[in-house]
């Protein structure tokens, strides 16, 4: 890789829109690399890593126009229900590629408890989702917008075109933590108990919970489970 001179570009922070310009890299087999993207964790978004967890965090407890008005009102930073959308998809689909790769450990494990007990759980509850009917209405809205402002799809490959069959669906939890909760590991997914028993697994060597030295799990009777 040979220095090929610098570049500037713009980065939405918590600071607000930030210009800086980095050094260039680059070669014919790897084409360019910015060494400083990857350092501010920038590479594949020109949203800083403060924003995109604040989005994250917000959207958790909030609809995006309620994220997009609180980012505003409180930062100064505008970024469209869509844009904001767009983030929080994309992190999550990131935090559940680098679970299934084992990338992510264990919030805590066996050792981690005073009493060498483990308690294990799993329970279903419903979450809003987007349903068909909303979706449809979002995309002639976007198409609207696409077209007088004249710009492409910002679609990501992947990402499902159809909407949900209603407003809710069951997500399915299963948590691993100690007697006293002073440790906690949760996974959650929307597949059926045989995704969820598969997640469970995996989840257990994690925390190793063969090394307890005792283990219960609470739950209800739902079939499921």
């Known amino acids: 890789?040979?220095?090929?001179?610098?570049?500037?570009?713009?980065?939405?922070?918590?600071?607000?829109?930030?210009?800086?310009?980095?050094?260039?890299?680059?070669?014919?087999?790897?084409?360019?690399v910015y060494p400083c993207d990857l350092w501010l964790g920038i590479a594949l978004s020109r949203i800083s890593v403060g924003i995109r967890q604040w989005c994250c965090l917000e959207a958790l407890d909030s609809s995006m126009a309620t994220v997009a008005r609180s980012m505003e009102s409180l930062s100064g930073i505008r970024l469209s229900e869509e844009r904001i959308?767009?983030?929080v998809e994309s992190e999550g689909t990131r935090v559940a590629s680098s679970r299934n790769t084992g990338q992510v450990g264990a919030?805590?494990?066996?050792?981690?408890?005073?009493?060498?007990?483990?308690?294990?759980g799993s329970d279903g509850v419903l979450v809003p989702v987007v349903?068909?009917?909303?979706?449809?209405?979002?995309?002639?809205?976007?198409?609207?917008?696409?077209?007088?402002e004249g710009r492409h799809s910002?679609?990501?490959?992947?990402?499902?075109?159809r909407g949900a069959d209603g407003a809710y669906k069951e997500a399915k939890i299963v948590?691993?933590?100690?007697?006293?909760?002073?440790?906690?590991?949760?996974?959650a997914t929307?597949?059926?108990?045989?995704?969820?028993?598969?997640?469970?697994?995996?989840e257990a060597r994690k925390v190793k919970l063969a090394d307890a030295s005792f283990s219960y799990a609470v739950a209800d009777g739902a079939r499921w489970i």
């Not at 349903?131 to 007088?148: F, I, V």
């Not at 045989?194 to 995996?202: D, K, N, Q, S």
Request: hydrophobic share 35%; glycine share 8%; proline share 3%.
């Open 154 to 161: 910002s679609r990501s490959p992947g990402r499902p075109r």
């Open 190 to 202: 929307m597949g059926n108990h045989e995704v969820l028993g598969r997640i469970m697994r995996r």
């Open 175 to 187: 948590a691993f933590y100690d007697q006293a909760k002073t440790g906690m590991h949760v996974a």
């Open 1 to 32: 890789m040979r220095h090929r001179g610098s570049k500037k570009t713009t980065v939405a922070t918590m600071n607000g829109i930030v210009a800086i310009e980095r050094r260039v890299y680059g070669s014919k087999a790897r084409g360019w």
């Open 107 to 120: 919030s805590f494990t066996a050792d981690a408890c005073a009493d060498g007990v483990m308690v294990s």
């Open 131 to 148: 349903p068909e009917t909303q979706k449809a209405k979002r995309r002639q809205t976007e198409a609207k917008k696409r077209a007088q």
């Open 85 to 87: 959308r767009i983030i």
